[in-house]
């Protein structure tokens, strides 16, 4: 009778002489490439758009080309609850600062708000109310201290809700292109939407201020930048930078450079160097020429280029006491976790199979949850490992 191991070598021969393959872990890192992710999501029947970590929890909520939303949990992948109701792609999903309601918003103009029921867990949410108004959503963003919204919209119009009422607080007009991109400042008192800069003061005392405080325009040189497609507010609220469609990057008292002409700006974030840093800042930003620029803005010196292969799509800024740390996210299908102080690169994050089309920080900034074009979220950590 034939040994276990002969009988093991005759089919190998067997499977040599029929010319059988058989696939190894290395042809399938081969295939795949390598992926270093802690957690995966794969709910979405199409590209994902938009993905945010709850302010606390082991959660995020995502949107996608499906039309649908998900919260879930980072840890093992469970759907939380899905959230439906859009009829076109869901391009922003956020939660308040709170993390007790949930903003979807959609290319078809709906802003669909959701909220925890109970206190127990965040287990179970229920649909809220729906807001009307935009034409198609480009973005949302919840106030840093209350429960008011922001959304910017196709149609070069900006609205703000009161939640969980609904009541709309005030429609900003004055663009005359869509609105691409709008921040609070951090503490709470100013709102910069912008395809052209403009800003107002949020309602004060009860009082409503619909007039623009300032209003730069491409009639101003400094800000002729083909249409403006990111913005930053720096920790103290007292400054603001601009990117363009054309490569140019503005603070709002100067101009930097650092990126090629004609590539478009797509992130700009601050960075906290040292806990006790005062001044301007840091500003950092990234363009579709997957440069990203670390500019310390006391002394208007470009400190250090980073880079990626393809477009930066995402910057992200982790929090205090690890501000000096900086994650970023490309559509040459990866993130990465650098040191801002000096520019080396701490962990790169690999999984997706297609370019990563936004990020979010949570607990803490220990991990970053992605949103892939492929179809597929994926957690990390943001720490490097001993084996790194």
Same mark, same amino acid.
């Given at each position: 009778?034939?040994?276990?191991?002969?009988?093991?070598?005759?089919?190998?021969?067997?499977?040599?002489?029929?010319?059988?393959?058989?696939?190894?872990?290395?042809?399938?890192?081969?295939?795949?490439?390598?992926?270093?992710?802690?957690?995966?999501?794969?709910?979405?029947?199409?590209?994902?758009?938009?993905?945010? *970590?709850?302010?606390?929890?082991?959660?995020?909520?995502?949107?996608?080309?499906?039309?649908?939303?998900?919260?879930?949990?980072?840890?093992?992948?469970?759907?939380?609850?899905?959230?439906?109701?859009?009829?076109?792609?869901?391009?922003?999903?956020?939660?308040?600062?709170?993390?007790?309601?949930?903003?979807?918003?959609?290319?078809?103009?709906?802003?669909?708000?959701?909220?925890?029921?109970?206190?127990?867990?965040?287990?179970?949410?229920?649909?809220?109310?729906?807001?009307?108004?935009?034409?198609?959503?480009?973005?949302?963003?919840?106030?840093?201290?209350?429960?008011?919204?922001?959304?910017?919209?196709?149609?070069?119009?900006?609205?703000?809700?009161?939640?969980?009422?609904?009541?709309? *607080?005030?429609?900003?007009?004055?663009?005359?292109?869509?609105?691409?991109?709008?921040? +609070?400042?951090?503490?709470?008192?100013?709102?910069?939407?912008?395809?052209?800069?403009?800003?107002?003061?949020?309602?004060?005392?009860?009082?409503?201020?619909?007039?623009?405080? +300032?209003?730069?325009?491409?009639?101003?040189?400094?800000?002729?930048?083909?249409?403006?497609?990111?913005?930053?507010?720096?920790?103290?609220?007292?400054?603001?930078?601009?990117?363009?469609?054309?490569?140019?990057?503005?603070?709002?008292?100067?101009?930097?450079?650092?990126?090629?002409?004609?590539?478009?700006?797509?992130?700009?974030? +601050?960075?906290?160097?040292?806990?006790?840093?005062?001044?301007?800042?840091?500003?950092?930003?990234?363009?579709?020429?997957?440069?990203?620029?670390?500019?310390?803005?006391?002394? *208007?010196?470009?400190?250090?280029?980073?880079?990626?292969?393809?477009?930066?799509?995402?910057?992200?800024?982790?929090?205090?006491?690890?501000?000096?740390?900086?994650?970023?996210?490309?559509?040459?299908?990866?993130?990465?976790?650098?040191?801002?102080?000096?520019?080396?690169?701490?962990?790169?994050?690999?999984?997706?199979?297609?370019?990563?089309?936004?990020?979010?920080?949570?607990?803490?900034?220990?991990?970053?949850?992605?949103?892939?074009?492929?179809?597929?979220?994926?957690?990390?950590?943001?720490?490097?490992?001993?084996?790194?």
């Amino acid at each position: 009778m034939a040994t276990e191991k002969s009988r093991n070598h005759e089919i190998d021969q067997m499977a040599q002489e029929e010319g059988d393959q058989f696939i190894t872990p290395d042809d399938v890192l081969a295939e795949h490439g390598e992926d270093n992710s802690v957690q995966g999501f794969t709910a979405h029947q199409a590209s994902v758009f938009t993905v945010a *970590m709850h302010p606390t929890e082991a959660l995020a909520v995502s949107g996608g080309e499906d039309d649908l939303g998900y919260i879930w949990d980072i840890t093992d992948g469970e759907v939380i609850v899905k959230l439906t109701g859009h009829t076109d792609s869901v391009t922003s999903a956020t939660w308040s600062s709170d993390g007790e309601m949930i903003a979807t918003g959609g290319m078809d103009g709906r802003v669909r708000i959701w909220r925890r029921v109970g206190r127990e867990n965040y287990r179970t949410w229920e649909f809220l109310t729906e807001l009307q108004g935009p034409d198609e959503v480009v973005f949302l963003r919840w106030h840093p201290k209350g429960n008011v919204l922001l959304a910017g919209s196709k149609d070069a119009s900006l609205w703000l809700w009161q939640l969980p009422s609904g009541n709309t *607080m005030q429609v900003f007009t004055g663009h005359i292109s869509p609105v691409e991109c709008g921040e +609070f400042t951090p503490d709470g008192t100013l709102r910069i939407p912008l395809k052209i800069l403009l800003g107002w003061r949020p309602h004060i005392l009860g009082s409503s201020f619909s007039t623009p405080i +300032f209003k730069l325009t491409p009639d101003d040189a400094r800000f002729n930048l083909d249409g403006i497609t990111s913005l930053g507010v720096n920790p103290s609220s007292s400054l603001a930078v601009v990117g363009g469609a054309a490569g140019g990057v503005r603070e709002v008292v100067a101009t930097l450079g650092g990126h090629t002409e004609g590539e478009s700006i797509e992130a700009i974030q +601050f960075v906290r160097l040292t806990n006790s840093e005062t001044g301007p800042g840091v500003a950092v930003t990234g363009a579709t020429d997957g440069k990203i620029c670390i500019w310390d803005l006391t002394t *208007m010196r470009l400190r250090v280029t980073l880079e990626h292969q393809d477009a930066i799509t995402t910057l992200l800024s982790v929090p205090s006491p690890q501000g000096h740390l900086l994650v970023s996210a490309s559509a040459d299908k990866s993130l990465r976790t650098w040191n801002a102080r000096d520019g080396s690169l701490i962990r790169e994050h690999k999984g997706h199979q297609g370019p990563v089309l936004g990020a979010s920080l949570g607990l803490g900034g220990s991990v970053v949850v992605s949103a892939g074009d492929e179809g597929v979220c994926l957690v990390f950590t943001t720490e490097a490992t001993d084996d790194e």
